[in-house]
């Protein structure tokens, strides 16, 4: 009896969450659901989850000239890869010295650490620094070095290093290992779990970059996917407002400016979105590595 | 055994040399140690231009001192307390209504009996937080669009009509808490999920047989249960409740100048003082007000963590 109460609650509750989470994917389909539309529908009808009349206009259009869409792929590739790379090499090669406790002076650097953490010096200063002194601006660089460290990470792995048992540490040693050879043949292999984690937060972190190429980069042939997109909206909503004060009402017709839109949101955001879902326990992971305490 | 190799290799390592052991440390930690010193702490010196008035040509050292002229202008300019309003309003709006809306998924997760399904159920529900705030601003512009917008057709519908969305303040206050638990309402409940499953079930098996429902249940004992989390979460997002979310408040209101009165917020007006009015003085003043008042609230709000369990807290 109590079984059979419980398997309806189950049913009504499992249904609840499921119209919930559909409400949160929805939004995402119906960006899919617009750039495979028909630009005159939307003219008429608006935007519709579902296409009335099924049509790739707007992927032509879009792809008519994609050497725009392929360099900024290029470049995001590349600064995400080798900034995730860097930044997980080089939060390994502090945390690792800093998770020795008989190491000589660990407290000045965990006090820098938590320091950069409550306090800084703001955009301002910043983009003085990276673009007068440093001249990152217009470099794939900007979007790699001032983004290098962050305090968070090192003390997650500093946690993971601490836990590791300290006699393999001390075993290695008596057979005169140095300590970086103890670090790359040793601490790195026994840490893959926290150096996949952060190397996933990082790496989504990377790839959706735009802000650094609002502040830094004026030339287009350098600015990230996301920033690519952004520009996106504004550059069809002028096109659009040409059309609209009556330029020419051929053009209008012959630029899906609404499904083109969506079209380069899907082409840009569509190929990432299903690799994010295998993420998600690394993320989950990451939550649950507290102990940041220093 | 064990202990003799331990003991030994302290010999070895004072023999081998303390001090080749500690120039290896700090030759490992050298480089990032020099990282944190030029981004993070060379900018705290830059705040100096604050006390200036920063001159392109002349230069951080060559601009001339004018005192505290910089931070009197913001603090006696109206755009500061609508600046602040925003940023405190906006992020109290944000906290109770995450904090409520994951508490609840959690709870409604917690009494799923299917693995799997609450599996597939988190990954749809952290989804959101994996896309830039560039996406969002599309996925908010495609309801939202007057003229094609999912919203708009519903009201036309209904018979009573679209609304002008990127003109209209009064109704941003709403959106905005509705993308931002949107977006961080998965990654939360999973947190108070853990919680939940971490919960010791022998605690209300005696309440289940003296004949307390799931309601009551989940609010004497659930609840009570991982209160400290909760607490905690929020204390710690009170903490930052003077940083403005830029991608949020720039990029899902398409920087539209007529939404400023309720959107602007210090990150939003300290990032236009600098790029478009070049007033990178001013622009360093504010961000520094910013930085000291963010710096006390998370210490006094860490210090709070800290009296409600000794465990938790940053420093």
Redesign the interface.
């Known amino acids: 009896m109590i079984k059979k109460r419980?398997s309806i609650?189950?049913i009504v509750?499992?249904i609840?969450?499921?119209l919930?989470?559909?409400a949160?994917?929805i939004?995402?389909l119906?960006?899919l659901g617009?750039s495979f539309s028909n630009e005159q529908d939307?003219?008429l009808?608006?935007?519709k989850l579902i296409p009335e009349h099924f049509d790739l206009t707007a992927y032509k259009y879009v792809l008519q000239n994609p050497r725009d869409i392929l360099q900024a792929y290029k470049i995001t590739i590349i600064f995400t890869i080798m900034g995730t790379f860097l930044t997980v090499f080089?939060?390994a090669?502090?945390a690792?010295?800093?998770s020795?406790r008989d190491?000589?002076?660990r407290n000045i650097?965990s006090y820098?650490?938590?320091i950069?953490?409550?306090?800084?010096?703001?955009?301002?200063?910043?983009?003085?620094?990276n673009t007068?002194f440093?001249h990152l601006n217009n470099t794939i660089w900007i979007y790699i070095?001032?983004s290098?460290?962050s305090p968070w990470y090192?003390f997650m792995m500093r946690t993971f290093f601490s836990q590791l048992p300290?006699?393999i540490v001390?075993?290695a040693?008596?057979d005169?290992a140095?300590?970086?050879r103890i670090?790359y043949k040793i601490i790195i292999p026994l840490s893959k779990p926290v150096i996949a984690t952060i190397a996933v937060m990082t790496f989504?972190g990377k790839?959706?970059?735009?802000?650094e190429s609002l502040?830094y980069i004026d030339d287009y042939t350098k600015v990230s996917l996301?920033?690519f997109?952004?520009r996106m909206?504004k550059n069809i909503a002028l096109i659009k407002e040409m059309n609209d004060m009556g330029m020419s009402m051929s053009t209008a017709i012959t630029i899906p400016s609404?499904t083109a839109?969506?079209a380069m949101?899907i082409l840009?955001?569509g190929p990432?979105?299903f690799v994010?879902?295998f993420?998600?326990k690394y993320?989950?992971k990451g939550?649950?590595v507290g102990g940041?305490?220093? | 055994m064990k202990e003799a190799i331990i003991k030994k290799s302290g010999k070895i390592r004072r023999r081998g040399g303390k001090l080749a052991y500690q120039g290896e440390l700090w030759g490992m930690a050298a480089l990032p140690v020099l990282w944190f010193i030029i981004f993070s702490y060379l900018p705290m010196f830059g705040i100096t231009i604050a006390f200036k008035n920063y001159n392109y040509r002349k230069g951080i050292f060559g601009s001339e001192w004018v005192g505290l002229k910089n931070f009197e202008f913001f603090l006696k300019s109206n755009d500061m307390l609508i600046v602040v309003r925003n940023t405190i309003l906006m992020n109290a709006l944000f906290i109770a209504s995450l904090t409520i809306c994951a508490l609840l998924v959690a709870i409604f997760m917690y009494n799923i009996r299917s693995r799997k399904l609450v599996k597939a159920l988190q990954t749809s529900y952290i989804t959101p937080n994996f896309v830039s705030y560039v996406m969002v601003a599309y996925v908010v512009y495609a309801v939202l669009n007057p003229q094609y917008g999912i919203a708009n057709q519903l009201l036309n519908k209904l018979g009573i009509g679209g609304v002008d969305w990127y003109s209209q303040p009064k109704y941003w206050p709403i959106i905005l808490t509705i993308v931002h638990v949107w977006k961080a309402v998965g990654m939360r409940s999973v947190m108070y999920y853990a919680a939940l499953m971490g919960v010791d079930e022998t605690l209300f098996e005696a309440a289940e047989i003296d004949g307390a429902n799931k309601v009551q249940i989940t609010y004497h004992i659930l609840i009570p249960e991982i209160l400290s989390i909760i607490v905690i979460m929020a204390i710690m997002d009170i903490g930052g409740i003077f940083r403005g979310d830029f991608g949020l408040f720039y990029l899902v209101t398409q920087d539209s100048p007529l939404l400023y009165s309720v959107t602007d917020v210090v990150d939003t007006y300290v990032y236009r003082t600098l790029m478009e009015s070049n007033n990178v003085s001013l622009s360093t003043a504010i961000g520094f007000i910013q930085s000291v008042v963010g710096c006390i609230m998370v210490l006094v709000t860490n210090f709070a963590s800290k009296k409600i369990d000794g465990d938790l807290g940053l420093i």
């Open positions: 419980i609650g189950q509750l499992g609840i969450m499921v919930l989470a559909c949160v994917i939004p995402f119906l960006i617009v939307i003219m009808n608006g935007y080089f939060t090669l502090i690792y010295p800093i020795r190491m000589v002076g650097i820098m650490l938590l950069s953490m409550l306090f800084s010096g703001g955009l301002a200063p910043t983009y003085i620094l007068r440093l070095i001032p290098l460290l090192i300290d006699s001390e075993a040693t008596i005169g140095s300590q970086i670090f989504v790839w959706n970059l735009w802000y502040l996301q920033y997109l952004q909206m609404e839109r969506m949101a840009v955001a990432i979105l994010f879902p993420f998600q993320f989950v939550l649950t940041v305490k220093g």
